[in-house]
């Protein structure tokens, strides 16, 4: 099995968004995680189902699948980043956002959409807070469900559903519906959860739909270019083609506009190459002669 990469338009804010994703494409991925944003297929754009047209039209001719992704940093405020939130005291903004997104992800005939909880603008208690969470992603998961949309909830570190424990939780208590799964980032993983990057993949397997990809250092959330953290990638990639993953492992880099074609170039080389390392282990150990047992003679 192959994996196909993509690369995430965050990572690219300073290009327009055709000439981002010529770039993206002419380096060999497959796939891009497109970020609503003012200035990449701006939601709330007056001409939006025609922005929508062009851009479906513009990922056909690249040969390009996609990823809704709806972490714009100022989008919804232009005062406070990523707010309002699913767990603020007036959530209504980000779900009808996140709606929003549902249907373009749906014209677009989008992999998944991407979405988080976010922090909380007040003081409430956690019942509070889940209350909160869970009414505003049902109204989400009820869209997605009418669309056919998948969704894929990305626990983020800093955030109300920071790991995959409280994913499941917020799984459980929406009745585990179909439409929804998990959005799993690799740095995030070697930053905050207790197990080995590669059991993270395995954990989150069943309903892994979607991958995010980048270096990181435990405790620190900053995403990092590969090879700077402290990732061991080919047994990661190995993770994935073991749970049968045939979606976009798209590169996360919101950081690195300003050498975005070099450092997406670095990026695909390095992840092809750990690719190659992957499958080599792969044929080693089934090449491998079992263990003898100590009667075998």
């Not at 099995?1 to 010529?22: I, K, P, Q, S, V």
């Not at 983020?156 to 179909?178: K, N, V, W, Y």
């Not at 990639?237 to 300003?258: F, I, K, M």
Request: aromatic fraction near 6%; glycine fraction near 10%; proline fraction near 6%.
């Amino acid at each position: 099995m192959t994996l196909r990469f993509g690369y995430g338009t965050n990572g690219f804010a300073d290009h327009r968004l055709d000439d981002a994703l010529a770039v993206i494409a002419g380096l060999g991925y497959d796939g891009v995680a497109l970020t609503l944003d003012v200035r990449h297929l701006d939601p709330f754009a007056a001409d939006l189902p025609k922005a929508v047209e062009q851009v479906a039209a513009r990922l056909g001719a690249l040969d390009l699948s996609v990823v809704v992704e709806t972490g714009a940093r100022y989008l919804l405020d232009p005062w406070h980043k990523h707010q309002p939130t699913l767990v603020s005291e007036v959530a209504e903004p980000r779900v009808d956002l996140l709606i929003r997104a549902v249907r373009i992800a749906a014209d677009l005939g989008a992999q998944a959409v991407s979405f988080w909880s976010g922090t909380a603008s007040d003081h409430a208690p956690d019942g509070v807070l889940w209350d909160r969470l869970v009414r505003g992603t049902a109204e989400v998961v009820r869209e997605a469900d009418r669309r056919g949309v998948i969704l894929a909830f990305e626990p983020e570190p800093g955030m109300f559903i920071d790991t995959i424990d409280r994913f499941e939780r917020l799984a459980g208590l929406l009745g585990d519906p179909d439409h929804f799964g998990i959005m799993l980032d690799i740095g995030h993983c070697r930053c905050l959860e207790p197990w080995p990057v590669e059991d993270c993949v395995r954990r989150a397997g069943p309903r892994l739909a979607g991958v995010q990809i980048d270096d990181m250092r435990r405790g620190v959330h900053e995403h990092l270019e590969f090879g700077t953290g402290e990732i061991d990638f080919p047994p990661v990639l190995d993770a994935l083609v073991e749970v049968d993953y045939g979606g976009l492992v798209a590169v996360e880099l919101p950081r690195h506009s300003h050498a975005a074609p070099a450092i997406a170039q670095r990026s695909i080389e390095f992840l092809k190459a750990a690719e190659g390392n992957a499958e080599e282990n792969a044929e080693g150990r089934q090449g491998r002669p079992p263990p003898r047992r100590r009667d075998d003679t």
